[in-house]
């Protein structure tokens, strides 16, 4: 099961032109039924997309409604175990907390693949392989 980094869902609701491309890539990959995310990742897009500085934020229901959506992922939640293993992922990688915390929630779940653009594409944390959708078409493995 491949693990979603917050800015694909972000992608995913990109209204303008300039980013089109990368939205089509985040919704195709939203369309799977493999992904894994975590508590932190649909926090931190509601967060992210009701931001009133955004362009067209979301309202609290829209953005609400949408992480109603996402909860048919397997969605690993926050633990104190998990919150232990993120500061040793920061330490050992080098990383901000945030980023050690989606690897740890990844490698919670087994999960062997993060999507993200936030991460070195390629890399690879502790059998957690970066893939950056944006750079390459991903095989749209379990969509619906």
Not at 49 to 69: D, F, K, Y
Not at 111 to 130: A, K
Request: charged letters at 20%.
């Amino acid at each position: 099961m491949p693990f979603v980094d917050t800015n694909i869902l972000l992608y995913a609701i990109c209204p303008g032109a300039a980013e089109r491309a990368k939205a089509d890539v985040a919704r195709t990959l939203l369309r799977r039924d493999d992904l894994t995310l975590s508590v932190q990742v649909l926090q931190e897009f509601y967060v992210q997309a009701t931001r009133p500085n955004r362009v067209q934020p979301l309202s609290h229901a829209e953005a609400a409604g949408l992480i109603g959506t996402w909860l048919r992922f397997h969605v690993v939640e926050i633990s104190v175990p998990l919150m232990h293993a993120a500061l040793r992922l920061k330490v050992r990688h080098q990383t901000s907390y945030w980023d050690a915390a989606i690897l740890a929630a990844a490698a919670s779940a087994g999960c062997t693949e993060l999507f993200s653009e936030d991460f070195n594409p390629g890399q690879s944390y502790d059998g957690i392989r970066v893939v950056n959708p944006f750079l390459a078409p991903i095989r749209s493995r379990g969509a619906s």
